[in-house]
């Protein structure tokens, strides 16, 4: 019997390189419409957990993986040579940049070296993380498509971006529109039928190319206009003007505009690096971006400009920076994730703490961090502690938060999100 009819009877074996925000939901999601999935991790720790049910993805829910777990249509290796027995494989590894700001791809190529190891016909291969506009027929193809293996024919090969919004309630794996482009249109029919069996949309493109691109064109699209956002917000502060009132009322324009909010930076290992990739693909082509590089001196000069309005507001009270005890609340890189990476809150810190600033923080979502030589864990705030502080920090609104305490408490608020919206204090100073 051919894949495609293997596909559509969910009697294939799925296999998912990478289980982290992406691979591990994408896995739960196939193990759940009937599929036998295998989670291959470098991590043992991962490996471990999800081998005992146990999540460790705030957007998995724990008693569905342990479900399917008990069911036996999921487990976890880090075994690669499993991948002899694998019909299909979704490759969800990161995708970080260098120092340099260049692409490192160097998950992707030792995923693949696994997988062309073990390759065998009939196989399909589905590369998932972000990356630049031609990984997958210039850097993927070649590792695997030897002598006797012809894409498209013994084996088939594409690319289908992940759009994982972590925290986010309403969408999910499932109800996310799925972009797949295969190398050739036998390639992008089977990825298609596989995608199709556990996301409610597919969208077919002709190439892994364009699919790449698509991905980068969501992701450079938020940074540019988050900096546009950023930079309003300088301009409105120099004018003395409301930027948070400004776009609340721009928001109401039905048609032809899109709210952002300005904040002390951006985070997360997707917005403020998927551009660079971008980028970098481009100048490799002899084009010269100008939007993404704006957009990243922007949005990477926010956390100094955050520093500059506390080192303000304390001065009102005749306050310096250095000396002064200062608390960040919420230090994840958004509202309701347990994700520090490239949180501008670590970029703020940085910059206190050199100051001179006595730091602390609270996060719910984060019980440590470290910054530098510097072993932090997260201070609780209740019964009175906020009044310690000559000021306190706003950088992520999580939701779970009590304002309303946190204004009464509190002597001095810097609010980087407008997350105390409505409540006018003089103590309390907006981006
Ligand atoms: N941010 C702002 N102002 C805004 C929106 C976001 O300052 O108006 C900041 C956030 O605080 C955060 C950073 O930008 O630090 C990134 O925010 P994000 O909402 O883009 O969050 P990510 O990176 O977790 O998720 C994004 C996805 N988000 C949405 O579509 C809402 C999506 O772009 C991708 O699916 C995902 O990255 C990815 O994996 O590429």
């Known amino acids: 019997m051919d894949l495609l009819e293997r596909i559509r009877r969910h009697e294939i074996k ?3 390189i990478g289980c982290g925000y992406v691979g591990l939901p994408l896995a739960l999601e196939f193990a759940k419409a009937g599929f036998s999935v295998v989670g291959i991790d470098t991590d043992a720790e991962k490996v471990k957990r999800i081998n005992q049910g146990e999540s460790y993805i705030l957007d998995v829910d724990g008693k569905e993986l342990k479900n399917e777990v008990e069911k036996g249509t999921i487990s976890a290796t880090e075994n690669f040579s499993v991948l002899k027995g694998i019909d299909a494989i979704s490759i969800c590894v990161p995708t970080p940049l260098r120092k340099t700001r260049d692409p490192d791809v160097s998950f992707i190529v030792a995923a693949m070296e696994k997988v062309a190891r073990y390759l065998h016909p009939g196989q399909l291969i589905v590369l998932e993380s972000t990356t630049y506009p031609g990984t997958t027929q210039e850097l993927v193809l070649p590792m695997l498509q030897r002598d006797r293996f012809k894409v498209g024919k013994d084996f088939f090969l594409a690319f289908s971006p992940e759009r994982v919004d972590p925290g986010n309630p309403v969408y999910n794996t499932k109800n996310t529109p799925k972009v797949v482009g295969g190398v050739t249109r036998r390639c992008t029919d089977v990825a298609s039928a596989l995608y199709q069996e556990v996301i409610d949309t597919v969208v077919p493109v ?3 190319r364009v699919a790449e691109m698509v991905k980068l064109l969501e992701n450079t699209f938020r940074s540019v206009n988050i900096a546009m956002v950023n930079e309003l917000a300088l301009m409105c502060h120099k004018m003395g003007i409301d930027v948070w009132e ?10 032809g505009f899109m709210n952002f909010y300005p904040g002390p930076g951006i985070g997360g290992h997707c917005i403020p690096i998927d551009p ?5 693909k481009a100048k490799q082509s002899g084009f010269e971006p100008r939007f993404i590089e704006l957009a990243g001196q922007i949005n990477s000069g926010m956390p100094a400009f955050v520093v500059s309005r506390v080192a303000d507001a304390l001065n009102d009270y005749k306050k310096s920076l250095n000396g002064s005890k200062i608390l960040i609340l919420g230090v994840a890189y958004k509202q309701e994730v ?3 990476r490239e949180s501008p809150a670590l970029d703020v810190m940085e910059l206190l703490h050199r100051k001179g600033a006595q730091l602390a923080y609270h996060d719910p979502y984060i019980p ?3 910054l530098g030589d510097l072993e932090l864990r997260s201070k609780p705030i209740d019964r009175g502690r906020l009044k310690e502080y000559d000021c306190v920090v706003i950088l992520t609104s999580h939701r779970l938060f009590d304002y309303q305490k946190i204004v009464s408490e509190s002597t001095l608020i810097l609010d980087t999100r407008n997350a105390l919206k409505g409540i006018k204090d003089k103590k309390v100073h907006l981006l």
Request: net charge negative; glycine share 4%; hydrophobic share 50%.
């Open 276 to 280: 660079f990739y971008l980028s970098w």
């Open 246 to 255: 400004v776009i609340e009322a721009a928001a109401t324009k039905p048609f």
């Open 368 to 370: 440590t961090l470290s």
């Open 14 to 16: 799925l296999g998912v």
């Open 206 to 208: 002709s190439s892994p």
């Open 338 to 340: 347990n994700d520090l």
